[in-house]
């Protein structure tokens, strides 16, 4: 496993597609905070900001860099017989998928270690410090990164399975597009399903906001990591069971793509 990961990490480090992202990850985390503070609507604290700006950068930006990098990274090992040569190195199928999803894990880790530190260094001169509760911001903090490993396992899942770059690629963009209409989607019924209609004097809410719609609704919102960040980025309070949702989807992910690549053909 050691030397797996170290393989995949001399790859990262080479990949010049890795430290762009990078680069134009800690540079968005810069320009951000500052667009932000010409607008005198919005919030005036750096916390408020950061959970706006990290569920922006959740959805769609970093689940898209995490779907390219995953698909040019991990998507090496299906070219020039590397994937065949660690299997009669004495690897199992099983060591490099966890290798691989590990690898994927720390890119995410990189990238919000790049975010945090970019974004914390120019917001507290702008905004000043901390005014959430300090339960309120580790679980921000922790609910974040969570949403970030499953987007991780999600990538890892499409790039060992499709095992072609390109292929991955463009399943990855579909899932994420569909991600967000449905997101959108559900955030519409949640957010009608608030208001009452005055009809002939009597106050009636809307056909399609039935309160079993409204409850699948914020429960998918809740559940997907896209819709985890659509609420980081509207300035939603972050729920306890939303890292659970995360732990849940990079378990399902991970063991049925396992199950998948120790049966695939490896050519």
């Not at 530190?117 to 507290?124: N, P, R």
Request: net charge neutral.
């Amino acid at each position: 496993m050691i030397k797996l990961l170290r393989a995949n990490f001399e790859r990262v480090i080479k990949s010049a597609t890795f430290w762009i992202f990078i680069a134009l990850y800690g540079f968005y985390a810069i320009f951000l905070p500052i667009i932000f503070k010409s607008n005198p609507l919005e919030p005036d604290y750096t916390d408020q900001v950061f959970a706006i700006n990290y569920g922006i950068a959740g959805f769609p930006l970093q689940g898209a860099i995490i779907a390219i990098l995953c698909s040019v990274i991990l998507g090496a090992d299906f070219h020039n017989s590397t994937l065949r040569n660690k299997i009669i190195m004495g690897h199992t199928r099983n060591q490099i998928y966890v290798a691989n999803l590990l690898t994927t894990v720390i890119i995410s880790l990189a990238l919000n270690a790049t975010y945090m530190m970019f974004f914390f260094m120019v917001s507290f001169p702008l905004y000043g410090n901390f005014t959430f509760p300090a339960k309120d911001l580790l679980l921000l903090f922790i609910d974040g990164t969570f949403m970030m490993f499953a987007y991780s396992a999600v990538y890892t899942f499409t790039a060992m399975i499709c095992r072609n770059p390109i292929i991955s690629l463009i399943v990855s963009t579909v899932l994420l597009s569909l991600n967000f209409i449905l997101i959108i989607g559900f955030a519409d019924i949640v957010n009608e399903s608030q208001y009452f209609y005055e009809i002939n004097g009597e106050w009636i809410a809307p056909n399609m906001s039935s309160k079993l719609l409204r409850d699948f609704s914020e429960f998918m919102l809740d559940f997907l990591p896209s819709g985890q960040s659509y609420q980081l980025a509207n300035n939603n309070i972050v729920k306890w069971q939303m890292p659970l949702y995360s732990l849940v989807i990079i378990g399902a992910t991970t063991g049925t793509g396992m199950a998948i690549f120790k049966k695939a053909n490896i050519k």
